[in-house]
């Protein structure tokens, strides 16, 4: 079986999607052959992957912009109508792969949704909602495996989505440890206090908690900046609300390349994670990896995934600025979190995640 898989991805590696597809793909490729689809452009920057892996195929795509979702799921057809085999397993990355390889009628397929946090937090407009819906639809009816990111997301999908429970597998994330490493020196330097945040800058992550918190912080601690990581900041209300807040030593660094973000882990001395939910959430294990302390909101898997790694706070202002401040004040405690958290991280390994991934390969085998 396991010479004959295909990975098939709907998003660049630079995405929470596309980081998933290349580390699944990179560990399943080191015990057999495997086929790895993406989306390619010269203009982006990870198409060098394409000339530097063997097992790495890129698809020729047009955006065609507010269309880009309807539209991709043909393009991606259209590249595997040139290789396809009925005899071999595919596994599609997110519902836009599985919806290309539906229109297979005799393909052999697995999708990972990673989460349905669509269904009931809503981010997309209306015609974008019915057609997600209409993709998970379309799977259940073909009784296609999903695979599930946390326990969290596997009882949503099951209540949300409506989806047969024996057709939902839960597979952590693994974290690189390769790329997410310990800091030499974990002292902090005094009069110095990095607070840092990395992800999606999307309504969801909630960061208006976090800014109005740190306005408490700012005033306390004059010393203490707040870093925030995350593609187009300039296209969000988050700068602006920062201004009307009057703060000073808040910094919007706008995207960080995977090669350049241990930099800033190690320049860190506090992760903080408000997001309402997540299914997943790779940042506050890459930190704990990066031995920086992790301080968590519990919204969708996050209690499940930070676990005892770190620490939490409640959604609001008060609450937040409090345990912000222990950490800051206090570094027995900052020493602790982050002692924890080396500990618990080395839970979540890649190795892992193939090894339960192809369990699920054979449901459809």
Known sequence: MEDHINLVSCQHFFSGIGRYSFELGEEMY??????????????????????????????FYKSFRNLH??????????????????NKIYHAHWFLSGLALSYFKDARFVVTMHDVSLLHVHEGDQWF????KWAINRFKERRVPIIVVSESAKKDTIIHAKYPEELVHVIHNGINFDQFYPSENTERKEDQFNIIYTGGLGER???QLLLEAFQNIEKKFP????????MYPERTVYPQIAEDLKLKNVIFEGYIPDEQLINFYHEGDLLVFPSLYEGFGFAPLEAMASSVPVLSAKGGSLREVVGDGGDFFE?????LSMKISNVIED???????????SLWVKKFTWEESVRKTKDVYKFVS
């Open 30 to 59: 080191k015990s057999a052959p495997i086929q790895l689809y993406k989306p390619s452009k010269p203009s982006n920057a990870d198409h060098f992957y394409e000339n530097q892996y063997d097992w790495i195929k890129g698809y």
């Open 69 to 86: 979702p309807y539209v991709l799921p043909l393009f991606i057809k259209q590249a595997l109508n040139q290789s396809f085999n009925p």
């Open 129 to 132: 909602m019915k057609y997600y």
């Open 205 to 207: 992550k909630n960061l």
């Open 223 to 230: 010393f203490v900046k707040l870093r925030i990581a995350g």
């Open 315 to 319: 959604y609001e202002v008060n609450d």
């Open 331 to 341: 570094e027995v405690y900052r020493q602790d979190l982050i002692k924890r958290g």
